[in-house]
């Protein structure tokens, strides 16, 4: 009990320094550029023009609302992306300063991960954008949007935790996980429908968090239908799970980092 | 309670205090000992203001104890100037000797004897000679008087320290200086003051940092095994041996608050980790090291600047990283900035600054606000002259709010001037620790033995 209330006590503390952490990612990412923030934007629509460009015209996917269909499990699945990979190196990164300071160490990983729900925030701007433009009808369902990004979130926490972790000890990780990377990106149905899978790869894709999170978000955006209890379920256990793995995992060998970075 | 409070509660009037000089018969001040033999912060002809009773007034006595040393004379009592040096034992004794006084070459204490009668020069004391019963002692850091009493076998002896940087404070907080109003910082019998400033039995209250049995232990393989490819190789291979190595080994002390506590050792010896276990980097594998209050580490050239930022947002990102909050650093930003002198250039990114800028910047960080312990790695040795020169005045003003300073400096020069006492490691063990001019004279005698 004690301990949790010092827990508690220390985060609060530690507050200020999470936004400040936050706020320099996204300043720094943007810096130098002419447009600044509005790139936050711009990325997703020009990623989503390609796509659509790529996959209606040369591959014939036949999706409805294409357009909005993409940027869906593109942003879904670019912001967990970003989050863990950024978050794998966030102890690395920040080795200099966990030389030299006390500080929990797991506000590295969360302020990256708190960035990209940032970044989130400015892709779903776009994705407004582009449902307006394309005629695509809002329904009420789209408030209930913050229920697959906690559960997202969630996950990549949990998942930076992990991979930040085993990146300390063994750097193959970062080279490791770009590979890895790719291949999930293919297996999330990002740019087709799990209509065309072969049915010996549905159980590989239907197992995957990142699909799981998308077609929840398909679900209340394009369908204006909310998910089963069964599926929140799914989702919420599959998030908890990896957050205690993470948490537990982190909280193991973190006294061991200052060693090794 | 913090010793700051205690110390505001404390005030005497004026009044009060020529009552307590009426008491004693000898009243003693303690002189700088730059003022006698200058130095980079105050450029001075060696001795020649101390030499000169009248300007002896207006140095030894650090204008607040002016006025006391006013009344003292006035009432017809002899004045005791006590005065450190800050030179080596040989340089000292040859320097004191060329100017015709004996002295205390061994703790570099020397005194004079002022009386309006008397216009004798220097005059030294010896343990022969003795001090009569019945001391008051007007001074500003332990070191001095607490070797000149024990020297003296003088056991009761109230101790006070009346220190301008009160004053600085109050004016900075627009309080103005109330004339005649002295703080009192301690006040006891010479013997505790003794005992708390040797630490052999430091009050439990007031111990910040304890160390008890500290031992750190480091694996080095031979060759730093770091992708998974090598481990597995050499896994099969059998070859992953691991060398132990100790880098520290039972070090053990406790620090009391307002100490000024230097770490001297060669390189390796284990300054640098115990720095790192004390600030809660690291954690130590056998021992304990409690902390009691806040610490606010120094931080080195670029750890925890992010160069991309400009120095406003570094100033904030800093402040943060050290546990500050908001509203906190937004008071303290101007004063960071005036104490760094980068008024033109607070939205400059950082990766233009010089190395003495950022030097400077960090350590008007860390000390922007009173945090209980105050740890620095060394840093001092970047910027300017004039530059450290403020930071020790910084450092004087910190410690006399109560703020523990522990310090790692190659510089034995430093240690002496800055730190109370002096903690001397040696691959990883503690040799010796105690006043930081006796420590260091030790080191460096054995060092030069070798």
């Known amino acids: 009990m004690e301990m949790l209330r010092r827990r508690i006590f220390g985060f609060l503390k530690y507050q200020p320094l999470l936004k400040e952490l936050v706020k320099r990612d996204i300043k720094v990412r943007y810096r130098h550029s002419v447009l600044g923030m509005i790139w936050t934007v711009l990325n997703p629509l020009f990623m989503m023009i390609v796509l659509t460009v790529v996959f209606s015209n040369m591959f014939r996917m036949d999706i409805a609302k294409f357009p909005v269909y993409v940027l869906i499990g593109q942003i879904v699945f670019n912001c967990n992306a970003e989050a863990t990979t950024q978050g794998m190196n966030a102890i690395i990164w920040n080795a200099a300063l966990i030389k030299k300071v006390y500080i929990p160490k797991y506000l590295f990983p969360l302020s990256n991960v708190v960035s990209c729900l940032v970044n989130f925030g400015f892709s779903f701007a776009a994705l407004i954008l582009v449902m307006l433009f394309t005629n695509v009808p809002f329904y009420p369902t789209i408030l209930t949007v913050w229920i697959p990004l906690a559960y997202l979130m969630l996950f990549s926490f949990g998942l930076s935790l992990i991979l930040c972790t085993v990146n300390v000890f063994f750097r193959d990780m970062q080279h490791l996980y770009g590979v890895f990377t790719t291949a999930w990106m293919y297996l999330s149905a990002i740019f087709y429908s799990t209509e065309i899978v072969p049915p010996y790869l549905l159980p590989v894709i239907k197992m995957n968090p990142i699909y799981q999170y998308i077609s929840f978000f398909r679900k209340i955006i394009l369908e204006g239908t909310f998910p089963s209890v069964q599926t929140n379920l799914l989702c919420l256990a599959i998030s908890g799970l990896t957050v205690v793995l993470g948490l537990l995992v982190f909280s193991r060998f973190q006294d061991r980092f200052i060693l090794y970075i | ?450």
């Open chain 2, 1 to 450: 309670m913090t010793q700051k409070d205690v110390s505001r509660k404390n005030y005497y009037f004026a009044e009060t205090l020529q009552a307590e000089i009426k008491k004693y018969q000898i009243i003693s001040f303690e002189v700088f000992d730059t003022l006698l033999l200058g130095n980079d912060f105050f450029p001075m002809d060696p001795l020649v203001p101390v030499a000169e009773s009248a300007e002896a007034e207006a140095y030894c006595t650090n204008r607040l104890m002016t006025p006391l040393y006013k009344a003292a004379l006035a009432l017809g009592k002899p004045v005791w100037l006590l005065a450190e040096t800050g030179l080596s034992e040989i340089d000292c004794r040859a320097l004191l000797e060329a100017h015709g006084f004996g002295g205390w070459a061994r703790l570099f204490v020397f005194a004079r004897r002022a009386r309006p009668d008397d216009p004798s020069p220097f005059q030294s004391i010896s343990q022969e000679e003795g001090i009569p019963e019945g001391w008051l002692h007007i001074g500003v850091r332990a070191g001095t008087e607490i070797g000149l009493l024990r020297q003296l076998g003088i056991s009761t002896a109230p101790y006070l320290c009346p220190r301008d940087c009160w004053i600085e404070e109050q004016l900075r907080q627009g309080e103005g200086v109330v004339p005649g109003r002295i703080p009192v910082v301690s006040r006891g019998e010479a013997e505790r003051i003794n005992i708390c400033y040797t630490h052999t039995e430091a009050p439990k209250e007031d111990v910040v940092i304890q160390a008890d049995r500290v031992s750190m232990r480091f694996n080095m393989s031979p060759e730093k095994v770091d992708n998974l490819k090598e481990y597995v190789v050499r896994l099969l291979r059998g070859k992953l041996v691991v060398q132990e190595f100790w880098a520290l080994r039972d070090v053990g002390f406790s620090i009391r608050r307002g100490e000024r506590v230097g770490l001297i050792g060669l390189n390796g010896s284990g300054k640098s980790t115990m720095l790192k276990i004390v600030s809660g980097v690291m954690k130590p594998t056998e021992g304990t090291v409690k902390v009691q209050g806040s610490i606010a580490p120094m931080i080195e050239l670029g750890a925890g600047f992010d160069f991309e930022l400009s120095a406003r947002e570094n100033i904030y990102l800093n402040g943060a990283v050290l546990g500050y909050s908001n509203q906190e650093m937004k008071r303290c930003y101007e004063g960071i900035i005036e104490f760094s002198e980068l008024w033109e250039f607070q939205d400059v990114a950082i990766k233009n600054f010089s190395s003495g800028m950022i030097a400077r910047l960090g350590f008007a960080i860390a000390t922007c606000r009173a945090t209980d312990v105050l740890i620095i790695d060394e840093i001092l040795s970047v910027g300017d002259a004039a530059f450290q020169k403020k930071c020790f005045q910084k450092m004087e003003e910190l410690t006399c709010s109560g703020v523990t300073v522990l310090l790692v400096s190659h510089s034995a020069e430093d240690i002496i001037r800055m730190c109370d006492r002096a903690i001397w490691l040696d691959h990883g063990s503690l040799v010796m620790q105690g006043e930081s001019r006796y420590v260091v004279n030790q080191y460096l005698e054995r060092l030069a033995s070798r």
